[in-house]
């Protein structure tokens, strides 16, 4: 009515005057009056760009709504609601796009993602996910044809949690499928299985022989069958890896972009990068090339106020620094190890079966721990005076109950702490402890679907059912309050089903439903979330994690229109399908960046 109103007012100023006007004015506002009548669709707002109507649009907004459809213009979203309501914001150009009941959901927000480092691994070597020593051995012969011999053969990132057989291959495993090149496996906890030439070529064949920074564990005849450490020497026998130039990184990070904006990824956080890294998104956006919008996590391993400073000066970032589409998040320290290497921090010994499973000595062991708590509360309470957020890797239970002690003491002197989303990255064992604590700091978690649904088969077995029943927690962390962002921490890998680790957020909305493990196991069922929690996991606690919950994670008025077509009713299709749901269209700000029709097989 206003658009009517103000060209009726304006053509009446401009061509005519006294009664002759008057009376064209109102036989044209009686026509004007007449054509709204017939046909009740004119815009009453101006045109969108876009509209979706009959759809299944899950706002998650307070009243949690799922409305008909949803318009967008300029970037952002200008409303939600009915069919009809939505026909007010089709003007002439207004691309519409008609739904038979697909769940229309916010763009998916990645909040633990190592994509440059993902990009250059892409360059270097082709990822295959490997789910047994047999496959294994099919990999390493298919290597061993193409590549000259003699040549090193390094068998991809797959750890022994994720093998069926569940422990190391062995020496003769590797060489029953390859004599001729010298193969190495590695699972990355600084141990290293060899065929028997991989061993002569470290010149470790000999029952006597040592490793430089590391030992070699024998069988009774003094064959070597595993080395623990030694990381630098081993390196320095295998060739020097290829370098690749900034664009090769960059024009391969703009491909992995694309393959987050099929699976509905619109935001990612890079959880461990620096500004020369973060410089390649900076170019792909220069280029308009940038299709997921950026937090950057910045890594470091100062342990005094002083080195935190310089660290913070080094970065020559301000808290928070950037816009929409790359901005600084919060600082990052590494407090325990992983599960998949015998190395997180628990608080109880890790006993026979874990010692042997990990291939350790000390029954009593308990995993590491770099951080006293003492020096954790000293970069904790820093950061927190120089305005910066602080995310920490901890995947133990005894680990994150000493960095919640750490923060609880930090906020004496720095109570705004509780206010800055203090956040925990993995922290695979929460107990009502850690959850009451969480809750009463303000800290957040950020956690893998994947790994459950790949690792707690193997957790179960060698940790015992309770451990896995509390792994990941996402019950019992959504029950207490705590906000959740369910993620990949992808770093290995282009497909988004089959890599370290998928990264296919589906995937994982389906994992919070089912609880299921990739062997149909369910361990908790009091950890399972109900469907709007699991897809809040990927939408609107990452948007809290950043604080970006006024701008993103629901479909709001006034959001940036980061928007996600499904090719189903997510919310009523059979839990079994929730997997499968494929993605039909992603909108980054508006403009698409996928759509299922018009992108190549
Ligand atoms: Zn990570």
Redesign the pocket.
Known sequence: MRILKTHSNRRGHKSFSNKASLIVLVALLGLFALDRAATAIEPANPPADVVIINGKVVTLDAQNRVLDGVALKDGRIVAVGSANEMQTWVGPKTEVIKLKGQSVLPGFIES?C?AVGVARGALEQTYVEISSIAEMQNWIREQAKDLPVGRWIEVPRNEITRLKERRFPTPSELDAACTSHPVLYNSVSNKYVLNALGFERLGLSKPDSKIDGGEVLRDESGKPMLIRGGATTIRSQMPTRPTFSNDEVRETLAKLLRRYNEVGITSIFE??TDPQSLAFFRELRSRDRLTTRVTGTFRFGAKTADAVEKYVNSLGLKPEEGDDWIKAGPLKITVDGGIHWGTTRLSEPYGPKRIAFYRLTDPEYRGEQYYSVAEMQAVFETATKLGWQMSVHVTGDEGTLRVLEAVAKAAESQPSIRSRRFTLIHSYFPSPEIVKQCRDLGVGVDTQGYLYFKDADTLAEIYGPQWAERFLGLGDWVRGGVPVGLNA?H?IGLDPNHSMNSFNPLLMISIAVTRKTINGHVYGEHQKLSRLDAIRTVTQWPAWLSFDEKKLGSLEPGKLADVVILDRDILSCPENEIAQTKVRRTIVGGKTVFDATSAQP
């Open positions: 633990h190592h959880r461990a921490d770093m």
